[in-house]
């Protein structure tokens, strides 16, 4: 009797692998996507962090010298406020040295000018009442010895007319005539004056006595000039008014 053969396993078929749908790959490249997206968000993220704190450093920095500027600036600022407000008292102290300087020479030679004039006046007048007396004053034995004397008082012009009418006219008649003549002067003020110059008005009482005649009274007023020579007032001018 035959014995019936066991029958041969039969192989199993490999299961074909079944392709995930379409949604399942559009999900994981979706994550895929989603995860690439948010690396470059992180490197955005990174180099933008990078670049403001580099621009804060760089502003710091700035903001720092800025500072460091201006805080020289302002250590500066007092010592040259300083600088100027000392030029400038310096420079108030100078004009206001020179105006007193000015203002003190001005009334100085005001002054002296003042001082100068008056002397000038009070010394012509007195020098134009005396020589008028002794231009205008003579007796017969002396008038040679004093009208030539009077000359002295005299300058320019005046000088030359006033000896050559004493010697041809006035010395010859008082001689042979016997005159005699006394001046006087009972006023005299000044009309201008300064350091050479000066003009005095003289008023004259003159008495002439011819011989043995009787004494003939004349009043006169007369512009004497002077003019300052050295330390002498010299007569110039003797004109009648």
């Given at each position: 009797?035959?014995?019936?053969?066991?029958?041969?396993?039969?192989?199993?078929?490999?299961?074909?692998?079944?392709?995930?749908?379409?949604?399942?790959?559009?999900?994981?490249?979706?994550?895929?996507?989603?995860?690439?997206?948010?690396?470059?968000?992180?490197?955005?993220?990174?180099?933008?962090?990078?670049?403001?704190?580099?621009?804060?450093?760089?502003?710091?920095?700035?903001?720092?010298?800025?500072?460091?500027?201006?805080?020289?600036?302002?250590?500066?600022?007092?010592?040259?406020?300083?600088?100027?407000?000392?030029?400038?008292?310096?420079?108030?102290?100078?004009?206001?040295?020179?105006?007193?300087?000015?203002?003190?020479?001005?009334?100085?030679?005001?002054?002296?000018?003042?001082?100068?004039?008056?002397?000038?006046?009070?010394?012509?007048?007195?020098?134009?009442?005396?020589?008028?007396?002794?231009?205008?004053?003579?007796?017969?034995?002396?008038?040679?010895?004093e009208l030539t004397a009077?000359?002295?008082?005299?300058?320019?012009?005046?000088?030359?007319?006033?000896?050559?009418?004493?010697?041809?006219?006035?010395?010859?008649?008082?001689?042979?005539?016997?005159?005699?003549?006394?001046?006087?002067?009972?006023?005299?003020?000044?009309?201008?004056?300064?350091?050479?110059?000066?003009?005095?008005?003289?008023?004259?009482?003159?008495?002439?006595?011819?011989?043995?005649?009787?004494?003939?009274?004349?009043?006169?007023?007369?512009?004497?000039?002077?003019?300052?020579?050295?330390?002498?007032?010299?007569?110039?001018?003797?004109?009648?008014?």
């Amino acid at each position: 009797m035959t014995t019936p053969e066991d029958p041969k396993p039969v192989p199993e078929k490999e299961t074909p692998a079944v392709p995930a749908d379409d949604d399942e790959l559009t999900r994981d490249e979706a994550t895929e996507a989603g995860t690439a997206l948010d690396e470059t968000d992180a490197v955005e993220e990174t180099e933008a962090v990078d670049e403001t704190d580099a621009a804060e450093t760089t502003e710091a920095a700035e903001d720092e010298s800025t500072a460091d500027g201006e805080s020289d600036e302002t250590a500066a600022d007092p010592a040259s406020g300083k600088v100027r407000r000392a030029v400038v008292l310096t420079v108030l102290l100078c004009v206001l040295l020179l105006a007193v300087l000015v203002g003190a020479g001005f009334l100085g030679w005001k002054y002296y000018s003042g001082q100068a004039a008056e002397t000038a006046r009070a010394e012509s007048v007195q020098v134009a009442s005396d020589a008028t007396v002794k231009l205008l004053s003579y007796e017969p034995d002396t008038v040679e010895e004093e009208l030539t004397a009077a000359r002295e008082l005299l300058t320019g012009t005046f000088q030359e007319s006033y000896t050559e009418l004493t010697n041809d006219v006035v010395i010859p008649g008082a001689k042979e005539q016997r005159i005699s003549a006394v001046a006087n002067v009972p006023a005299a003020a000044s009309m201008t004056a300064d350091s050479d110059h000066a003009e005095v008005l003289v008023f004259v009482n003159q008495t002439v006595i011819v011989g043995d005649g009787a004494p003939t009274a004349t009043a006169s007023s007369v512009k004497v000039t002077l003019e300052k020579t050295g330390d002498r007032w010299l007569i110039s001018g003797f004109d009648p008014v």
